[in-house]
């Protein structure tokens, strides 16, 4: 504590002695002041002072914490990691309601704005860092950066987040500027044309949508998006297949991340996953055994020319049918070629180069000589090939 000075002063008796002398008396009492008040005072502003430095301190602590505009971006990546897709709209509407779910172009899909298909994508962001970025030349404004990383490629997206008042007369108000909801459209690359009918099911973020069916005549579905989110979406089938494949939608819809132009034309910034189909093995494996099955039915047929085959015999000669004898030279294997792309050859099997063998007795019309006849006949065997998800049909090309 502070010191306090005490000031002491020697009183005047005014009374005359009781001896009659008429001098001082020898025992004259002193009176005493009370301490000032001054210092105590001082005391007292000075604790003012700290209190005010303390409270400017504290607003400015909480309005870089709890009122930040950092915060309104962060409360809006925690309802997206939760899956709340509800209050991740509601966040990202701003003041308007242009590109929330119920304008979207009638058919998108918002399997992918609530639930496991919204965390997942989410999760796929891995660490999230939010930064302040400027502020516009008269404060209403900031940009907000959120930065992460996807299969070890660095991305970000940029909220700006508006100034609307204060609270309390202390804490500045923020709210996100308005963030469409964008549009990414799944379709499968190469489908080919006797599957374009469907149907054709894939994942997209962990749930099965159908990319193709009856009603639909152009393959693909669309998904509603919230950014930043990554859209994954894979097929798999008997005969068709599709490795994942990623999109990763870091900007908002509208803005070019360079300018601070903007557009409100969703169409404009739809954006595109293709799947890539490949046959899987089973392919192969079906269509030899289908060859099997065709080349058996020739060689079975106890005829010099088997019906719908591609070897033959002619002669002048008589054949007893019962010595007729067809088989195959090895074992043919055809080779499928890889699915073409959209707009290739749908051809998708390599010709069958292969060979005859003929066994039979021929008797000589003239002589009536009987001789034993091996006749091997080199033949080569096209094909067309059509697969759908779930069937595969060899079909061989001959007169």
Same mark, same amino acid.
């Given at each position: 504590?502070? &010191?306090?000075?005490?000031?002491?002063?020697t009183?005047?008796?005014?009374?005359?002695a009781?001896?009659?002398s008429?001098?001082r008396g020898?025992g004259?009492?002193?009176n005493?002041?009370?301490?000032t008040?001054?210092?105590?005072?001082?005391?007292?502003?000075?604790?003012?002072?700290l209190?005010?430095?303390?409270?400017?301190?504290?607003?400015a602590?909480?309005?870089?914490?709890v009122?930040?505009?950092?915060?309104?971006?962060?409360?809006?990546?925690?309802?997206?990691?939760?899956?709340?897709?509800?209050? =991740?709209?509601?966040?990202a509407?701003?003041?308007?309601?242009a590109g929330?779910?119920a304008?979207?172009?009638?058919?998108?899909?918002?399997?992918?704005?609530?639930? &496991?298909?919204?965390?997942s @994508?989410?999760?796929?962001l891995g660490?999230?860092?939010?930064?302040?970025?400027a502020d516009?030349?008269?404060?209403?404004?900031?940009?907000?950066?959120?930065?992460?990383?996807?299969?070890?490629?660095?991305?970000s997206t940029?909220?700006?987040?508006?100034k609307?008042?204060?609270?309390?007369?202390?804490?500045?108000?923020?709210?996100?500027?308005?963030? +469409?909801?964008?549009?990414?459209?799944?379709?499968?690359?190469?489908?080919?044309?006797e599957a =374009?009918?469907?149907?054709?099911?894939?994942?997209v !973020?962990?749930?099965?949508?159908?990319?193709v069916?009856?009603?639909?005549?152009?393959p693909g579905?669309?998904?509603?998006?919230?950014?930043p989110?990554? *859209?994954?979406?894979?097929?798999?089938?008997?005969?068709?297949?599709? &490795?994942?494949?990623?999109?990763?939608?870091?900007?908002?819809? @509208?803005?070019?991340?360079?300018?601070?132009?903007?557009?409100t034309?969703?169409?404009?910034?739809?954006?595109?996953?293709?799947?890539?189909?490949?046959y899987?093995?089973?392919?192969s494996?079906? *269509?030899?055994?289908?060859?099997?099955?065709?080349?058996?039915?020739?060689?079975e047929?106890?005829?010099l !020319?088997?019906?719908?085959c591609?070897? @033959?015999?002619?002669t002048?000669?008589?054949?007893?049918p019962?010595?007729?004898?067809w088989?195959?030279a090895?074992?043919?294997?055809?080779?499928?070629?890889?699915?073409?792309?959209?707009?290739?050859?749908?051809?998708a099997?390599? +010709?069958?180069?292969?060979?005859?063998?003929l066994?039979l007795?021929e008797?000589?019309?003239?002589?009536?000589?009987?001789?034993?006849?091996e006749?091997?006949?080199p033949?080569t065997? &096209?094909a067309?090939?059509?697969?759908?998800?779930?069937?595969?049909r060899?079909?061989? !090309?001959?007169?």
């Amino acid at each position: 504590m502070p &010191e306090v000075r005490d000031d002491t002063a020697t009183g005047i008796d005014s009374q005359p002695a009781q001896d009659g002398s008429g001098g001082r008396g020898s025992g004259a009492t002193g009176n005493r002041r009370g301490p000032t008040l001054g210092p105590a005072w001082a005391w007292w502003g000075g604790g003012a002072a700290l209190a005010l430095l303390a409270g400017g301190i504290a607003i400015a602590t909480v309005n870089t914490t709890v009122y930040s505009p950092e915060a309104q971006v962060e409360d809006y990546l925690a309802a997206l990691t939760a899956g709340e897709g509800g209050t =991740a709209v509601a966040l990202a509407a701003g003041d308007g309601s242009a590109g929330s779910p119920a304008e979207l172009a009638p058919g998108t899909a918002t399997d992918l704005l609530q639930g &496991e298909p919204l965390i997942s @994508g989410m999760a796929a962001l891995g660490e999230l860092t939010v930064s302040r970025g400027a502020d516009t030349a008269d404060g209403r404004s900031t940009k907000v950066l959120v930065g992460y990383t996807v299969d070890g490629e660095e991305h970000s997206t940029t909220f700006t987040v508006e100034k609307t008042g204060r609270d309390w007369l202390f804490f500045d108000r923020w709210r996100m500027a308005e963030v +469409p909801v964008r549009s990414v459209h799944v379709a499968p690359a190469n489908l080919p044309p006797e599957a =374009a009918s469907g149907p054709l099911t894939a994942s997209v !973020n962990s749930i099965q949508a159908p990319l193709v069916t009856e009603q639909e005549e152009t393959p693909g579905r669309t998904f509603a998006v919230l950014p930043p989110m990554v *859209v994954e979406a894979s097929f798999e089938s008997t005969y068709l297949q599709a &490795e994942p494949a990623r999109l990763v939608v870091d900007h908002t819809a @509208g803005h070019d991340p360079d300018t601070e132009a903007g557009t409100t034309d969703l169409s404009a910034d739809s954006l595109s996953l293709d799947l890539a189909l490949q046959y899987t093995d089973a392919v192969s494996t079906e *269509v030899n055994e289908q060859l099997d099955r065709f080349l058996a039915g020739c060689t079975e047929q106890k005829v010099l !020319n088997p019906a719908g085959c591609p070897m @033959g015999y002619d002669t002048v000669n008589r054949i007893p049918p019962e010595s007729i004898t067809w088989s195959m030279a090895g074992d043919p294997q055809a080779s499928v070629h890889d699915l073409p792309a959209e707009g290739d050859d749908p051809t998708a099997v390599a +010709p069958l180069e292969a060979e005859a063998i003929l066994s039979l007795s021929e008797i000589d019309l003239v002589t009536g000589e009987r001789r034993t006849v091996e006749h091997r006949e080199p033949f080569t065997l &096209e094909a067309d090939l059509t697969v759908t998800p779930d069937a595969v049909r060899y079909m061989p !090309n001959v007169p």
